[in-house]
């Protein structure tokens, strides 16, 4: 079983959809949960992070974590096609030594 | 440009020859990882130095791989006799970690090395 499990995808929706993407991890020790976004060709940037349980957000995005059930999400509202590239989740002990899921690969359509 | 800078990004080599990549962290930053993304797959974690110091290393950094930061500033991951599968790319990042804390990893764009 991998760390991170994550599906590939690609998720197709069109712009102004709800997008939801989800990750399971398998290490009940990680606290720290990030989301990276990856556009073709560049490295990952992060997108946002939380800190143990519960929900975060920031602008258009929102992460939960449910540690009871090793689950995490990232919802982006009102996509856009700028969205469009791959979200990689990054559960972890922190920022050192991340652990990243195979990535979701987004298509937002005008 | 005040980012994470990988040189070169690309990089194309035959089966057996070395080859060297060059990462410049950001400006203060202690810390510098390496990464290696295969298509379709998250990056891996590799290596990674606070200052000089190489603190750990992943199993996947075979004894063919060797990464140096010999002034805690800019840092080089060398492959000797690269093979096929070494075909990936190679990223860099930098964060900067004081007693506690450690702040988010900037990578930079990646290296792409294709052996052929």
């Known amino acids: 079983q991998k760390e991170v499990e994550q599906d590939p995808g690609p998720l197709s929706v069109p712009e102004g959809a709800i997008v939801s993407l989800n990750c399971t991890y398998s290490n009940s020790a990680f606290q720290y949960f990030m989301w990276y976004r990856q556009y073709s060709r560049k490295g990952p940037e992060l997108l946002m992070y939380t800190y143990s349980s519960g929900n975060k957000e920031d602008g258009r995005f929102t992460a939960q974590v449910d540690k009871s059930s090793k689950y995490i999400s990232l919802f982006i509202r009102d996509s856009q096609p700028s969205d469009s590239a791959t979200y990689l989740c990054?559960?972890?002990?922190?920022?050192?030594?991340?652990?990243f899921g195979t990535g979701t690969r987004l298509l937002v359509s005008p | 440009d005040t980012g994470v800078s990988q040189n070169p990004r690309h990089k194309i080599t035959k089966r057996g020859q070395n080859v060297t990549f060059r990462c410049d962290p950001i400006?203060?930053?202690?810390?510098l990882y390496w990464y290696r993304q295969t298509l379709g797959q998250g990056p891996e974690f590799l290596t990674y130095f606070q200052n000089e110091a190489q603190l750990e290393k992943s199993r996947l950094l075979s004894d063919r791989f060797s990464a140096e930061r010999p002034k805690g500033s800019f840092s080089t991951l060398e492959i000797q006799r690269t093979e096929q599968g070494d075909s990936a790319m190679y990223l860099c990042?930098?964060?900067?970690?004081?007693?506690?804390?450690?702040?988010?990893?900037?990578f930079g764009q990646g290296t792409r090395l294709t052996v052929v």
């Open positions: 990054a559960p972890g002990g922190g920022f050192q030594k991340l652990v």
């Open positions: 990042a930098s964060s900067l970690a004081r007693l506690g804390s450690n702040t988010e990893a900037f």
């Open positions: 400006s203060e930053h202690n810390r």
